[in-house]
């Protein structure tokens, strides 16, 4: 056996077997968010259960994804923070077209929303960006996110700059950061099944009005 073919078959060979509980139209709301919002509660008990994965395009068809933190839900729709001219920022902004990932694994739970991304108003970003701790508000006028730097060294350098920069007062909202928001037309809920029998509900969005579909695993 080659030493990359004992890898293959140790990651072949993980598997855990899903639980008996199920998701069925009985355990829907009207409304999606509802239901996310009673499956985020549920998340509570895990580690940044907040925590989301945020998949855009570039102009070229290009994919990326990344993990972010959820930082506002509403009936508008979900809402995270980013530096504007990152990666991420550049191609929402470009192709508002996304995809979000929940990824509840403890729970044998996934949630898979593709929707619509905008940039939230700028007092929407002010009153986020006021609540972070200082710490986190320097890091995001110092960091030139997505772009090639030098060094270590020099993210410190231009960190302590801010700092020094901003040494009374408040640290002011950066012209280059903000919130985006969005907003679903499609939901799924999946939840794990014995034997790879997952149950998958979707809500899809159909003239003001959702609509539930089940999907095969």
């Known amino acids: 056996m080659s030493a990359d073919e004992a890898p293959r078959e140790q990651l072949a060979a993980l598997r855990r077997e899903y639980g008996d509980r199920g998701l069925d139209l009985p355990d829907l709301t ?8 009673r499956w985020l509660d549920d998340a509570s008990v895990l580690h940044e259960p907040n925590a989301m994965v945020v998949a855009s395009v570039s102009g070229d068809g290009r994919p990326s994804a990344r993990m972010v933190l959820l930082k506002g839900l509403d ?35 996934q949630v898979r929303v593709e ?28 960091s030139p996110q997505s772009r090639v730097v030098t060094s270590r060294e020099a993210l ?22 903000g919130g985006y928001r969005v907003e679903p037309r499609t939901i799924e809920f999946w939840q794990g099944r014995k034997g790879r029998m997952h149950d998958r509900l979707v809500y899809h969005r159909d003239d003001g009005s959702w609509i539930v579909e089940r999907l095969a695993p």
């Open 30 to 37: 009207e409304e999606p968010l509802d239901l996310f919002r």
């Open 115 to 142: 929707g619509k991304a905008s940039r939230v108003p700028k007092e929407e970003s002010q009153a986020y960006f006021s609540s972070r701790p200082r710490g986190s508000q320097i890091g995001a006028w110092a």
């Open 156 to 177: 410190d350098s231009a960190y302590d700059a801010v700092e020094a920069r901003f040494t009374k007062g408040d640290v002011p909202l950066p012209p280059y950061w």
């Open 75 to 109: 009936e508008r729709g979900f809402v995270f923070f980013t530096n504007y001219s990152s990666r991420k920022g550049s191609e929402l902004d470009a192709r508002p077209d996304v995809a979000l990932l929940f990824p509840w694994h403890d729970l044998q739970r």
